[in-house]
């Protein structure tokens, strides 16, 4: 089906800037929007980014202005760029690609994302 490795996440001070990346593998072409999600510990998972398979994005008004979502077809892999960083932003964030093939979504195993003040 389909596998997605993340990678980027860190230790990065306030104001600061990451950048995650999300390789997808396997039945890529089954891949229709890729997002990301993030979780903090005890709360609900929520979104962050998304984009779909044409380049359409949305985010979370959190993070408005701050992130942007990327995706390079070519490589199956997608971004998400971290700028003004703030200690609300700590968790850890997933890559999610959902596929109406399957009629489900995969997930990555998260990346640790914190931000100190």
């Known amino acids: 089906q389909v596998q997605l490795v993340e990678s980027g996440g860190g230790l990065v001070q306030s104001g600061g800037s990451l950048r995650l990346s999300c390789a997808a593998s396997g039945r890529t072409s089954r891949i229709d929007t890729m997002a990301w999600y993030r979780q903090v510990s005890g709360k609900q998972r929520e979104l962050v980014a998304a984009?779909?398979?044409?380049?359409?994005?949305n985010y979370a008004k959190s993070v408005e202005g701050r992130f942007t979502v990327s995706r390079d077809y070519a490589k199956n892999t997608v971004y998400l760029q971290m700028n003004s960083l703030n200690v609300e932003d700590t968790a850890v964030y997933y890559c999610?690609?959902?596929?109406?093939?399957?009629?489900?979504?995969?997930w990555g195993q998260g990346t640790q994302v914190t931000v100190s003040s």
């Open positions: 999610n690609a959902n596929s109406v093939y399957y009629g489900t979504d995969f």
């Open positions: 984009i779909t398979s044409r380049g359409s994005t």
